[in-house]
């Protein structure tokens, strides 16, 4: 089974996806955290590669092909948080950053940067239970998944989630500037070409602006459990 939850920026997808694989743990989902993988190539190809963030517009194809050789890039999603290595090194807690929220957000919009996350995706759902986690997963990713959620809440509500988030990082940013660069980001996902930011047809839209994390939880993990009982009962 597979089910996607996508949204923009600071929704609380990643803290859902993975509070909901966690809870059918026992039924063998696997957190398929999509935005890491951005992340980490546009790490890479800016630290390996040298990439400036201008030419991150349109990545070479010999570095992308380069990148995608077997076990440079490696997700891992085994102790209950998602991970990801690059030549072997954990490199996760580098890709929270202000400057990779915003590299990894001008680089996917580049269709050879799609196609290779696209790869790297397919790759880590086969013959797997997933709960993914991103932008595009219930349009173009996986669009059989049985179950899809298009999270959201309002600008100011998000701006200030991500505000929170930076700040425990040590990073101090305004309210407005806050608002600012969730706008920047949400409207280059929005406006991009290919796999644009946008529901699925047949996605259940949730707006949490004004629910708890663990309120917007338990209502969706209710969604499952409604939709797919004997799913959930014969594993
Ligand atoms: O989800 P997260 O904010 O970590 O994703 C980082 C960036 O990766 C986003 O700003 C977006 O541009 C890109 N992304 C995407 N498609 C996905 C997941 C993430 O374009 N499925």
């Given at each position: 089974m597979i089910i996607t939850i996508d949204g923009p920026v600071a929704s609380g997808k990643s803290t859902v996806a993975q509070a909901l694989a966690h809870e059918f743990h026992e039924f063998g989902f696997y957190y398929l955290y999509t935005g890491l993988l951005y992340r980490a190539l546009a790490y890479a190809l800016v630290t390996?590669?040298?990439?400036s963030e201008e030419a991150l517009v349109a990545p070479g194809e010999d570095a992308l092909e380069a990148l995608l050789q077997k076990g440079r890039l490696e997700y891992r999603f085994d102790v209950g948080a998602a991970r990801i290595l690059f030549d072997g090194k954990d490199i996760t807690s580098l890709l929270k950053t202000e400057e990779v929220d915003r590299i990894s957000s001008i680089s996917s919009a580049n269709a050879a940067v799609r196609a290779a996350v696209y790869c790297l995706q397919q790759q880590i759902a086969t013959g797997a239970d997933i709960i993914a986690d991103g932008r595009d997963t219930g349009t173009?990713?996986?669009?059989?998944?049985q179950i899809k959620f298009f999270l959201t809440a309002s600008v100011e509500e998000r701006a200030f989630r991500w505000r929170t988030n930076q700040a425990r990082q040590g990073n101090m940013v305004s309210e407005d500037e806050a608002i600012t660069a969730v706008t920047m980001r949400d409207e280059r996902d929005r406006t991009r070409?290919?796999?644009?930011l946008l529901p699925a047809e047949d996605a259940i839209l949730v707006d949490n602006?004004?629910?708890?994390i663990e309120e917007t939880i338990t209502y969706m993990a209710a969604i499952v459990r409604d939709r797919y009982p004997d799913f959930l009962a014969k594993k």
């Open positions: 390996a590669y040298g990439y173009v990713v996986f669009p059989n998944a070409k290919i796999s644009p602006s004004n629910w708890s």
